[in-house]
């Protein structure tokens, strides 16, 4: 975009840019003075412009949207709906920078805001976060050098809108908050997107280019970027409708730039070239500009002729693909465009090859377009019959470096791959025409990227680190073109992407300042708005997802791609039907955010496939001779006739697989990442009319543009918030009219701002108060405006009415006493016509004169008295005149007679007469110069006292500058000891760091170590995860089981009841048949001893089954042969059995012979009939209970059986169980074993870290003792190098000292030395002129001898001549007296005319006697001078020599303050590792006292456990022995209840002892815990102990570091104290200085008007001289007049050459004055540079001593400060150069004047050698006073030269002491690099510390938590296993409890 305004060659200065950038004051005084009515002003729409009309409202509330408005405009009036009607903003808001501060943000307000600022010349305005830049199509300074100062290192509200200011607010947040920057510049094709992407990179290339040495010799990044430019533009600019030179590709372009800001490189990212144009261009549009270059003329020139080499013709029409639109652009010279892209191309090192194969390619691309094909047969078959080398397909095999006939066919007959075999597929020619374009695009496409890959290799520095980019992204804005196709959908969703991130970033941004400002808001995401659209586009079945599988699939069309579109997203709210008026046949429509476009499918799938013939691509990969084509196409997998060697891996398809919107919308994601990690930016340019006219505006295209720019979706987004805002103190100074006592009522601002608002009515939904802000929605600040402005109305009417009576009061007052008068004049005028015949009246007026009057006659007598007097007065001087007038004839006629005597005597006296008025007229002349000389001399008096004072403030000054160096030096002592401490302690802490890092190596091995340990534990813990997850599942059967067994149990209780029941009603049965039996008893006797028998039997079958019991026993003991257990188990079955049947025989023997007794009975009883009847009822009875005894025993059976059966299955299970039990516990002692391995190794290794700490420790203590011994050793050392060095400075300063004087002694013998010289040169003079002299005086004493011999003569010849006329002696006699008489009158008028010369020689005696006294005081204070001069001078050398020392002592502390820098940032980051180690600690502690606890617990719960399983162990005892007395009670049988009992005690005593071995189980587990427990609190003690060690060391070293900031920060504090003095100096010196240069230029001022006085001098010299000459040949002819006259002249030309010396002399000293004036400037100036070195090295230490990001940017600043100062420096050497050279002028002026003055001279004594011989003894004597003043010019002329000589070794001196300086600022910028690169090693070495740390973290994280799961599986694992053994112990029990029960 034109705009700019670049430096002419001849260094002009650059335009002033204020009316481009401000509005003028004329200006905004028209706009307040424009008409406007808060209330009524509005804006309508003008239907004939498109734009908008002012007007006045009539009728309507514009509140209501509904509502109908009349509006006038003019004597028109318009009715408008309220929502097309806008309000006008005030008038203070015309031209207003940022349109967020509008009152009224509509459309219109926008609108005009921006056609006034651009046709007021002003292109840039605010628009909240972006900035608008309209086309201006004219160049206006405004992108110069003078316009980056403006904006250079400002805030962006600080300065008016530009372009500059956005990247200004960049470029500085990069630097402070170290975050990618971007600048997002979006607009339609002529917006000037590319000019203003040039402009941002030339503003950030001007801010931060580098300043290397090695830069000067290398081109800049801008040059660089330019020269890409003609590239790029050539292969990606093209003509379209609205734009000549339109770019077709987006660009990314980011700048990169090192930690300190300044430029590192550049890269450029290419977005969306349109390849179609490539083949096809509309009718007014034109391909890309590289292919017209390459048949212009000067490619003739470009090796062997680049038509010849690219096989191309002259007529451009003779290539189909880019003629089918313009050929030529008015514009554009395609001859110098080639010119500039050949040049680009050798600039950017593009090798020769590598450029001709480009320039080649692109031919190709452009002959492609000739090559045809015919159809050959009936099949379609496509063919080219010619191929010869003069052909299109010759010339393109030729291009490419392939076989034409090769390439031909595979166009033709390209193969395809059907199965395992290669087939050849025929093609017509609309699919060979479509193969040729395809190839074309997709070789230009490729090189395009490859020419932007070279770009970028060449923008790239590898050698500098890459911190933080700046980007710009200049990329096409939204489209709604007549025809919208592929390439404006993928643009116009570019630009939804970008919106939707510009709304949420702004209103992120207003959001979040609404937050810090503390108002009630809601968040709102307004990045949301767009989402419907955009999730349209990127969902899975959207548009892009369509496209992509429309693309792949081989039979789809643009058909049923329409279709399928509308088929999914029909329903959508933002898919709608085509709405296009120019483009009819448009298939779909969108709602973008900038509007509805409708889009026509046509050839959709095909672009976006872009197919690729694969045929010829493998011929160009496998026999293309051109080397590029091979490169670009490497990618592409082709069609390889040999399969590769990796058949097994799979291969990934290659780039020809790729469709375009896969690519493209990949490159966006990747550039909306990019945009999301930075911090952006957005510039919106505008196209202002399509006819390019500056100041023109076209209003629908203004208004299409913000539309689709987003500035007014911007604005939309402002409406929602508070866009308006003002500072606490701005609203209270503006609005402090409306209520001045609100706001003064409290010191709250928002109690203040509320009363305030309350007063006027306004309410509180338009505003919000923050913490700093007061917040106004859009259009609020209008009610406040009108309130304001109705009170300064009325203010300034008061004001004028007071002013208006001011001015007019005193005409009111003049007209008011003209009433007044007038009336006094009435009065009296009435008073005299009724006076006037009064007779007294009468009388009165006539005697009034007459009153007070004089006596004329007494006057009259004194007058004729006074004439009387007065007339004889005049009658005696008559009287006397007439007697003098005879006289004088007589005297007349005497003078004639003595005239004609003398002439007849001497000669003619008119001659003496004429010379006599012209030697007084020159002696006039004379006195007239010596006056102005001396009023002369009064000035230079006066200014050397200034001067003199000037150097007693500048002596002062220097006093005060030497205290502050003396303090200065005391503060580098005290730093330097300080140093020497620091370094000790330094020294000390790299000891301990370095025995840290060896503990830290150690752990790091032990922790690798437990940590491959733990995932190994960890990975046997998944195992025995598993493992426990089996056995919870068989826990939960077995609890199943246990479940019913327990209600079995309940049930056996229940029978239990009813059997003791039954049971106590047989006991009261027994005790009654036990009454009746012992009377039977006697006859029992018998039985009994057969009883007694069977018990025998009977026990020893019990004795039997005890040894069995027995055997159980020792079998349940040996639990780990289960299968042997069971097998007994087994056995006591059967043996069981056998009792069994064994009892059922006794039973039925017992029933037999209970049958026996009852027979022996009923015999016994049949006795009596008693008997009988009771025999009858015990039969009764006894078959009662038999029955019960049967029923009994049949059920019993039933209950054994069943419990036999479930005993069966439960014995089964728990074999099983206790199989799998035993693997498993098998498995978990393994598993143990290895554990305990572990541990038993990981305390080894843990006893073997204490040693090594212990003897870590006892080392660190022997070192901390010895190093204390050392340190004490350095202190003395240090002391006594203190001494030394305090020896060595007086030394130095003593050695100083005498070089100095040693110096001022060679100096003065130098002079003294030129001195002698100059005598002797003057000696040998003075002897040639004496010698001279004396060879005159000969020659004059022989003349003179030679005269005396003549005037003897003459008087002989007199006597003659006298005695002759004896005879006239009375005449003669006569003659003489009245000679006599004439003569004596003359000699008393000479004698007069003699004193008055003698009175005014005595005047000028006097006036030179006070020239003289001045001279000698001028003398002596220029001795004082002098003296002063070289106490100056010693002072500025002892200050040198301080500087220097100062200078040193500065690098040195640097250099250690850098080293302490870097040492505490290691220990920082040691520290910090250690703390991170120090917090790992104690969380492992944390888990392992939390894994301790769980243990506790957990063991808790085993006791518990524990002790409920030995209650459940009683009770089961207590309910076996329940059991068993009611079976021992129930059973008839005391032998089966005896067996069950002892049954019941056997398996008891199993229990029993399975219950010892379980508690000893237990017990060897809470021994295990206790164990585990006392080794946790071992480790514990040791891990707090270490802790304490570890926590005492870091106090010792925290205080340490505390001590050694504290003491950085009192040097800190001191450093920047004598930072402000110096700082406060330097103002003092910067002021003197400016002083100093005003009075040089007075004095060089002064020096030219001396010059000049002296030039005239010179002339006045040579005219005397001239005068000098004349008055010589006057005195040959007239000796004794002349010698009175020559007396007197001489006397004057003495007196004037002696003022002349004076003069002189006084110039000599102003001079010498001046001169001292010069060097002490220069002192000055050297003082200041020393004191402004002393200052950047103190801010260098001071910024050093911050952190290290300002302490970069403060000394990036400081070297551009320093650089500034050098070119002041060196600005100020050329001016002093520029005096050199004007003073040497001067001198060699002054030389030719000496030699022309000598050559004069010479003339001089040739001339007064002659005039000697006719002169008299006054003539020597002006021969002498010539002489000496001829000797006075050559001393001085020697003086001259000294000065000369003292003038060019200032001059030396001076460019000594620049190329010091110099010498200096290089050794600054050394270092400065130094520094840098010092400090990027240490942001590396901090960046891999970090890493190493962070992994490191991230390995103890993960060892953490494994050995945790390990632990927490290790205990839950512990707990499942003493479950699973405790559920074992109570289901065997249970078991045990369950086959006992039957019995």
């Known amino acids: 975009m034109p705009g700019h305004i670049k430096l002419t060659k001849t260094g002009q200065a650059d335009p002033d840019?204020?009316?481009?950038?401000?509005?003028?004051?004329?200006?905004?005084?028209?706009?307040?003075?424009?008409?406007?009515?808060?209330?009524?002003?509005?804006?309508?729409?003008?239907?004939?412009?498109?734009?908008?009309?002012?007007?006045?409202?009539?009728?309507?509330?514009?509140?209501?949207?509904?509502?109908?408005?009349?509006?006038?405009?003019?004597?028109?009036?318009?009715?408008?709906?309220?929502?097309?009607?806008?309000?006008?903003?005030?008038?203070?808001?015309?031209?207003?920078?940022?349109?967020?501060?509008?009152?009224?943000?509509?459309?219109?307000?926008?609108?005009?805001?921006?056609?006034?600022?651009?046709?007021?010349?002003?292109?840039?305005?605010?628009?909240?976060?972006?900035?608008?830049?309209?086309?201006?199509?004219?160049?206006?300074?405004?992108?110069?050098?003078?316009?980056?100062?403006?904006?250079?290192?400002?805030?962006?509200?600080?300065?008016?809108?530009?372009?500059?200011?956005?990247?200004?607010?960049?470029?500085?947040?990069?630097?402070?908050?170290?975050?990618?920057?971007?600048?997002?510049?979006?607009?339609?094709?002529?917006?000037?997107?590319?000019?203003?992407?040039?402009?941002v990179i030339t503003y950030l290339a001007m801010v931060a280019s580098s300043t290397k040495k090695g830069s000067e010799k290398k081109v800049s990044l801008e040059d660089q970027i330019v020269a890409t430019n003609p590239i790029l533009e050539s292969y990606g600019n093209a003509k379209t409708s609205r734009n000549d030179n339109s770019s077709r590709f987006g660009k990314f372009i980011r700048i990169h730039f090192t930690s300190s800001g300044k430029l590192a490189g550049c890269d450029i990212v290419s977005y969306l070239l349109e390849k179609s144009r490539i083949t096809e261009q509309q009718e007014v549009e034109r391909s890309y500009h590289i292919f017209y270059q390459l048949i212009q003329p000067y490619g003739d020139g470009i090796g062997t002729g680049l038509r010849a080499m690219c096989h191309l013709s002259n007529d451009i029409y003779d290539y189909t693909y880019v003629s089918q639109g313009k050929t030529t652009v008015a514009s554009i010279d395609d001859n110098e465009e080639l010119e500039y892209t050949e040049d680009a191309f050798n600039v950017l090192g593009f090798g020769e090859q590598e450029k001709f194969e480009c320039y080649m390619l692109t031919a190709a691309v452009m002959t492609f377009g000739g090559i045809e094909f015919k159809t050959k047969g009936r099949d379609d078959q496509a063919e080219c019959?010619?191929?010869?080398?003069?052909?299109?397909?010759?010339?393109?095999?030729?291009?490419?470096?392939?076989?034409?006939?090769?390439?031909?066919?595979?166009?033709?007959?390209?193969?395809?791959?059907?199965?395992?075999?290669?087939?050849?597929?025929?093609?017509?020619?609309?699919?060979?025409?479509?193969?040729?374009?395809?190839?074309?695009?997709?070789?230009?496409?490729?090189?395009?990227?490859?020419?932007?890959?070279?770009?970028?290799?060449?923008?790239?520095?590898?050698?500098?680190?890459?911190?933080?980019?700046?980007?710009?992204?200049?990329?096409?804005?939204?489209?709604?073109?007549?025809?919208?196709?592929?390439?404006?959908?993928?643009?116009?969703f570019v630009n939804e992407k970008l919106q939707q991130f510009f709304n949420h970033h702004m209103f992120v941004v207003e959001q979040e300042e609404y937050v810090k400002e503390g108002i009630d808001w809601e968040m709102v995401d307004f990045g949301m708005d767009l989402a419907a659209c955009i999730i349209m586009f990127e969902k899975p079945m959207g548009i892009w997802a369509i496209l992509e599988e429309e693309s792949l699939f081989p039979k789809a069309t643009d058909k049923s791609f329409e279709e399928k579109l509308k088929a999914a997203l029909g329903k959508l709210p933002v898919f709608l039907k085509p709405q296009s008026k120019t483009d009819k046949n448009a298939h779909f429509a969108l709602s973008h955010y900038a509007g509805i476009v409708s889009y026509n499918v046509t050839n959709w799938l095909e672009k976006n496939k872009d197919p690729v013939n694969d045929s010829v691509v493998e011929i160009f990969k496998s026999s293309s001779s051109v080397e590029l084509?091979?490169?670009?196409?490497?990618?592409?997998?082709?069609?390889?006739?040999?399969?590769?060697?990796?058949?097994?891996?799979?291969?990934?398809?290659?780039?020809?697989?790729?469709?375009?919107?896969?690519?493209?919308?990949?490159?966006?994601?990747?550039?909306?990442?990019?945009?999301?990690?930075?911090?952006?930016?957005?510039?919106?340019?505008?196209?202002?009319?399509?006819?390019?006219?500056?100041?023109?505006?076209?209003?629908?295209?203004?208004?299409?543009?913000?539309?689709?720019?987003?500035?007014?979706?911007?604005?939309?987004?402002?409406?929602?918030?508070?866009?308006?805002?003002?500072?606490?103190?701005?609203?209270?100074?503006?609005?402090?009219?409306?209520?001045?006592?609100?706001?003064?009522?409290?010191?709250?601002?928002?109690?203040?701002?509320?009363?305030?608002?309350?007063?006027?009515?306004?309410?509180?939904?338009?505003?919000?108060?923050?913490?700093?802000?007061?917040?106004?929605?859009?259009?609020?600040?209008?009610?406040?405006?009108?309130?304001?402005?109705?009170?300064?109305?009325?203010?300034?009417?008061?004001?004028?009415?007071?002013?208006?009576?001011?001015?007019?009061?005193?005409?009111?007052?003049?007209?008011?006493?003209?009433?007044?008068?007038?009336?006094?004049?009435?009065?009296?005028?009435?008073?005299?016509?009724?006076?006037?015949?009064?007779g007294w009246f009468v009388m009165i007026q006539k005697t009034r004169p007459m009153i007070g009057r004089a006596n004329p006659e007494e006057e009259l007598r004194l007058l004729e008295l006074k004439a009387n007097e007065k007339y004889g007065a005049y009658d005696q001087q008559l009287k006397t005149k007439e007697s003098l007038l005879l006289d004088n004839e007589t005297i007349k006629q005497e003078t004639k007679a003595l005239l004609k005597q003398l002439e007849k005597e001497q000669g003619n006296m008119s001659e003496y007469h004429e010379k006599q008025a012209k030697m007084s007229a020159q002696k006039a002349d004379l006195e007239g110069q010596l006056l102005v000389s001396q009023e002369i001399l009064i000035k230079k008096e006066e200014e050397r006292q200034m001067a003199t004072g000037d150097k007693k403030v500048l002596e002062q000054e220097v006093v005060a500058v030497k205290k502050d160096i003396e303090d200065i030096d005391m503060a580098i002592q005290k730093l330097e000891q300080e140093k020497t401490n620091r370094d000790h302690t330094i020294r000390s802490l790299n000891d301990e760091v370095a025995n840290q890092d060896e503990v830290i190596n150690k752990l790091n091995k032990e922790k690798k170590h437990l940590n491959e340990n733990a995932s190994k534990a960890g990975e046997d813990l998944q195992v025995a995860e598993e493992k426990v997850a089996h056995l919870n599942q068989i826990k939960n059967k077995l609890e199943q089981t246990l479940d019913e067994l327990e209600g079995s149990l309940e049930k056996e209780k229940r029978a239990r009841t009813n059997v003791e029941k039954e049971r106590r009603k047989i006991e009261g049965d027994l005790k009654i048949t036990q009454e009746i039996v012992a009377d039977l008893e006697r006859a029992k006797k018998e039985f009994e001893s057969a009883i007694m028998k069977k018990e025998k039997d009977s026990s020893g079958l019990f004795s039997k089954l005890e040894d069995e019991q027995g055997l159980v026993a020792r079998v349940q003991k040996s639990?780990?042969?289960?299968?042997?257990?069971?097998?007994?188990?087994?056995?006591?079955?059967?043996?069981?059995?056998?009792?069994?049947?064994?009892?059922?025989?006794?039973?039925?023997?017992?029933?037999?012979?209970?049958?026996?007794?009852?027979?022996?009975?009923?015999?016994?009883?049949?006795?009596?009939?008693?008997?009988?009847?009771?025999?009858?009822?015990?039969?009764?009875?006894?078959?009662?209970?038999?029955?019960?005894?049967?029923?009994?025993?049949?059920?019993?059976?039933?209950?054994?059986?069943?419990?036999?059966?479930?005993?069966?299955?439960?014995?089964?299970?728990?074999?099983?169980?206790?199989?799998?039990?035993?693997?498993?516990?098998?498995?978990?002692?393994?598993?143990?074993?290895?554990?305990?391995?572990?541990?038993?190794?990981?305390?080894?290794?843990?006893?073997?870290?204490?040693?090594?700490?212990?003897?870590?420790?006892?080392?660190?203590?022997?070192?901390?003792?010895?190093?204390?011994?050392?340190?004490?050793?350095?202190?003395?050392?240090?002391?006594?190098?203190?001494?030394?060095?305090?020896?060595?400075?007086?030394?130095?300063?003593?050695?100083?000292?005498?070089?100095?004087?040693?110096?001022?002694?060679?100096?003065?013998?130098?002079?003294?030395?030129?001195?002698?010289?100059?005598?002797?040169?003057?000696?040998?003079?003075?002897?040639?002129?004496?010698?001279?002299?004396?060879?005159?005086?000969?020659?004059?004493?022989?003349?003179?001898?030679?005269?005396?011999?003549?005037?003897?003569?003459?008087?002989?010849?007199?006597?003659?001549?006298?005695?002759?006329?004896?005879?006239?002696?009375?005449?003669?006699?006569?003659?003489?007296?009245?000679?006599?008489?004439?003569?004596?009158?003359?000699?008393?008028?000479?004698?007069?005319?003699?004193?008055?010369?003698?009175?005014?020689?005595?005047?000028?005696?006097?006036?030179?006697?006070?020239?003289?006294?001045?001279?000698?005081?001028?003398?002596?204070?220029?001795?004082?001078?002098?003296?002063?001069?070289?106490?100056?001078?010693?002072?500025?050398?002892?200050?040198?020599?301080?500087?220097?020392?100062?200078?040193?002592?500065?690098?040195?502390?640097?250099?250690?303050?850098?080293?302490?820098?870097?040492?505490?940032?290691?220990?920082?980051?040691?520290?910090?590792?250690?703390?991170?180690?120090?917090?790992?600690?104690?969380?492992?502690?944390?888990?392992?006292?939390?894994?301790?606890?769980?243990?506790?617990?957990?063991?808790?719960?085993?006791?518990?456990?524990?002790?409920?399983v030995r209650r459940e162990n009683k009770t089961l005892s207590n309910e076996i022995k329940d059991i068993m007395d009611q079976i021992s009670e129930g059973g008839r049988s005391i032998h089966d209840i005896d067996k069950i009992r002892k049954r019941l005690e056997a398996e008891k005593l199993e229990l029993e002892a399975t219950l010892s071995e379980a508690e000893g189980a237990l017990e060897q587990e809470e021994n295990k815990v206790l164990r585990a427990q006392l080794e946790l609190t071992q480790v514990r003690q040791e891990i707090e102990r270490r802790m304490a060690e570890k926590e005492e060391e870091f106090e010792s070293t925290r205080k340490n570091m505390g001590k050694a900031l504290e003491g950085m920060q009192s040097a800190i504090e001191t450093e920047s104290k004598g930072k402000a003095e110096a700082l406060r100096m330097k103002k003092k010196l910067e002021t003197d200085v400016l002083d100093l240069d005003t009075s040089l230029e007075h004095a060089n001022a002064a020096n030219a008007e001396t010059q000049k006085i002296i030039k005239k001098y010179q002339l006045s010299l040579r005219e005397t001289q001239g005068r000098f000459e004349d008055a010589c040949r006057a005195k040959e002819v007239a000796h004794d007049n002349l010698i009175a006259a020559d007396r007197k002249a001489h006397a004057n030309q003495n007196a004037l050459e002696e003022a002349r010396t004076l003069l002189e002399q006084a110039d000599r000293s102003r001079r010498m004055g001046e001169q001292e004036l010069c060097d002490t400037n220069e002192t000055l100036g050297d003082q200041t540079c020393v004191n402004q070195a002393i200052q950047g090295g103190k801010m260098k230490l001071d910024a050093e001593m911050q952190t290290l990001m300002s302490d970069l940017d403060e000394m990036a600043s400081e070297?551009?400060?320093?650089?500034?100062?050098?070119?002041?420096?060196?600005?100020?050497?050329?001016?002093?150069?520029?005096?050199?050279?004007?003073?040497?002028?001067?001198?060699?002026?002054?030389?030719?004047?000496?030699?022309?003055?000598?050559?004069?001279?010479?003339?001089?004594?040739?001339?007064?050698?002659?005039?000697?011989?006719?002169?008299?003894?006054?003539?020597?004597?002006?021969?002498?006073?010539?002489?000496?003043?001829?000797?006075?010019?050559?001393?001085?002329?020697?003086?001259?030269?000294?000065?000369?000589?003292?003038?060019?070794?200032?001059?030396?001196?001076?460019?000594?002491?620049?190329?010091?300086?110099?010498?200096?600022?290089?050794?600054?910028?050394?270092?400065?690099?130094?520094?840098?690169?010092?400090?990027?090693?240490?942001?590396?070495?901090?960046?891999?510390?970090?890493?190493?740390?962070?992994?490191?973290?991230?390995?103890?994280?993960?060892?953490?938590?494994?050995?945790?799961?390990?632990?927490?599986?290790?205990?839950?694992?512990?707990?499942?296993?003493?479950?699973?053994?405790?559920?074992?112990?109570?289901?065997?029990?249970?078991?045990?409890?369950?086959?006992?029960?039957?019995?």
């Open 17 to 199: 840019p204020t009316e481009y950038l401000v509005p003028s004051l004329e200006v905004k005084r028209a706009d307040q003075a424009k008409p406007y009515d808060s209330k009524k002003s509005v804006w309508i729409p003008d239907p004939k412009t498109g734009g908008y009309r002012e007007g006045a409202i009539e009728s309507g509330d514009l509140e209501d949207p509904a509502s109908k408005c009349v509006v006038a405009v003019g004597h028109e009036k318009f009715t408008l709906k309220a929502s097309e009607v806008g309000k006008v903003n005030p008038p203070k808001f015309e031209k207003c920078e940022d349109m967020v501060n509008l009152t009224f943000l509509n459309d219109a307000s926008v609108f005009w805001n921006l056609k006034t600022r651009y046709q007021a010349k002003m292109i840039h305005t605010y628009s909240g976060l972006f900035v608008v830049v309209v086309n201006p199509y004219k160049r206006y300074p405004i992108y110069t050098h003078r316009v980056a100062k403006i904006y250079l290192g400002k805030r962006r509200n600080e300065c008016p809108p530009h372009l500059w200011s956005i990247a200004e607010t960049a470029y500085r947040g990069m630097l402070l908050n170290s975050k990618n920057q971007a600048m997002l510049i979006t607009g339609e094709s002529g917006a000037g997107k590319t000019e203003n992407t040039k402009k």
């Open 1119 to 1508: 639990i780990k042969e289960f299968q042997a257990r069971v097998e007994e188990m087994e056995e006591e079955l059967e043996a069981e059995r056998q009792a069994r049947a064994k009892a059922e025989r006794q039973r039925s023997d017992l029933a037999r012979e209970l049958e026996n007794l009852g027979e022996r009975l009923a015999e016994a009883g049949g006795a009596t009939s008693a008997q009988v009847e009771l025999n009858k009822k015990r039969e009764s009875e006894v078959t009662k209970l038999r029955r019960d005894l049967e029923e009994a025993h049949i059920y019993q059976e039933s209950t054994l059986v069943s419990l036999k059966k479930k005993h069966q299955d439960a014995i089964a299970e728990m074999t099983e169980q206790i199989d799998q039990l035993t693997k498993m516990k098998g498995k978990i002692e393994k598993d143990k074993q290895h554990i305990m391995h572990e541990i038993a190794d990981v305390r080894s290794a843990t006893d073997e870290v204490n040693r090594s700490h212990a003897s870590a420790e006892k080392s660190h203590r022997t070192l901390c003792s010895q190093l204390n011994d050392f340190s004490k050793k350095i202190e003395e050392a240090n002391l006594t190098l203190g001494d030394f060095e305090g020896a060595k400075r007086k030394m130095a300063a003593e050695n100083a000292d005498l070089l100095r004087q040693l110096q001022v002694l060679e100096n003065s013998a130098s002079m003294l030395m030129k001195v002698k010289s100059a005598l002797a040169s003057q000696l040998d003079e003075q002897r040639r002129i004496a010698d001279d002299e004396a060879k005159e005086r000969q020659s004059l004493l022989g003349k003179f001898k030679n005269a005396e011999h003549d005037v003897d003569g003459m008087r002989g010849h007199y006597d003659e001549e006298v005695s002759a006329k004896e005879n006239l002696m009375r005449q003669l006699n006569k003659a003489q007296g009245e000679s006599d008489m004439w003569r004596a009158k003359y000699e008393t008028d000479a004698v007069g005319k003699a004193e008055e010369l003698e009175m005014s020689k005595l005047k000028m005696q006097a006036r030179l006697s006070e020239a003289e006294s001045t001279i000698n005081q001028l003398a002596s204070k220029l001795g004082q001078l002098e003296k002063n001069k070289q106490k100056l001078q010693s002072e500025l050398d002892n200050m040198s020599v301080q500087l220097d020392q100062a200078q040193i002592l500065n690098s040195s502390m640097e250099k250690k303050a850098k080293q302490f820098d870097r040492i505490v940032a290691e220990w920082k980051l040691k520290v910090d590792s250690l703390s991170m180690d120090l917090d790992n600690s104690q969380k492992e502690t944390r888990n392992s006292s939390s894994d301790l606890f769980r243990v506790k617990s957990a063991y808790e719960e085993a006791v518990l456990q524990l002790d409920e």
């Open 629 to 838: 084509l091979v490169h670009l196409w490497r990618d592409h997998p082709g069609q390889p006739s040999v399969t590769p060697k990796d058949d097994g891996k799979k291969k990934k398809k290659g780039g020809g697989g790729k469709t375009v919107s896969s690519v493209y919308l990949v490159s966006l994601g990747e550039l909306m990442l990019t945009l999301h990690s930075c911090e952006p930016h957005f510039v919106r340019c505008l196209v202002p009319n399509t006819h390019k006219k500056p100041g023109d505006v076209e209003p629908p295209l203004i208004m299409h543009q913000l539309t689709c720019n987003g500035v007014l979706e911007g604005i939309r987004i402002c409406m929602r918030g508070f866009p308006n805002r003002m500072l606490y103190p701005d609203f209270k100074s503006r609005y402090a009219v409306l209520g001045a006592a609100e706001i003064n009522s409290s010191a709250d601002n928002k109690v203040a701002a509320y009363a305030l608002m309350d007063k006027v009515d306004f309410p509180r939904e338009r505003y919000r108060l923050g913490h700093t802000l007061v917040f106004f929605r859009a259009g609020a600040l209008a009610f406040l405006e009108e309130k304001r402005d109705d009170i300064v109305i009325r203010l300034v009417r008061y004001l004028q009415g007071q002013a208006l009576l001011r001015i007019r009061s005193a005409h009111f007052r003049v007209k008011r006493d003209q009433r007044e008068l007038i009336k006094v004049c009435q009065r009296n005028f009435r008073k005299y016509i009724a006076l006037r015949d009064w």
């Open 1759 to 1943: 070297a551009a400060m320093s650089e500034e100062k050098a070119q002041r420096a060196m600005i100020d050497a050329a001016r002093l150069a520029d005096e050199l050279r004007a003073e040497q002028e001067v001198a060699q002026f002054l030389e030719r004047d000496r030699k022309l003055l000598e050559c004069q001279v010479k003339d001089m004594s040739a001339r007064l050698d002659d005039a000697e011989q006719n002169a008299l003894k006054g003539g020597k004597k002006a021969m002498g006073k010539m002489d000496t003043r001829i000797r006075e010019l050559e001393s001085e002329l020697d003086a001259e030269n000294r000065r000369l000589s003292d003038a060019q070794k200032g001059m030396r001196k001076s460019e000594r002491k620049i190329q010091e300086l110099t010498y200096q600022q290089d050794e600054d910028r050394k270092n400065h690099e130094r520094m840098q690169g010092l400090i990027d090693q240490l942001q590396g070495k901090i960046r891999t510390y970090k890493k190493q740390i962070e992994e490191a973290e991230e390995i103890a994280a993960l060892n953490l938590a494994k050995y945790r799961q390990t632990q927490g599986s290790l205990a839950t694992s512990q707990e499942s296993a003493d479950l699973t053994e405790q559920a074992l112990a109570k289901l065997r029990s249970r078991g045990r409890s369950s086959s006992i029960a039957p019995m």
């Open 385 to 492: 019959e010619l191929t010869g080398p003069e052909t299109f397909p010759g010339k393109v095999a030729a291009l490419l470096g392939v076989d034409a006939n090769a390439m031909i066919k595979a166009f033709c007959k390209p193969r395809i791959k059907v199965g395992t075999e290669w087939v050849t597929k025929g093609q017509s020619c609309v699919q060979g025409i479509n193969a040729v374009g395809g190839i074309a695009r997709s070789i230009f496409d490729r090189v395009f990227k490859w020419l932007i890959e070279k770009c970028n290799d060449t923008l790239i520095d590898p050698t500098l680190k890459k911190n933080n980019f700046c980007a710009v992204l200049d990329i096409a804005g939204f489209e709604i073109f007549e025809y919208n196709g592929f390439e404006q959908i993928s643009i116009n």
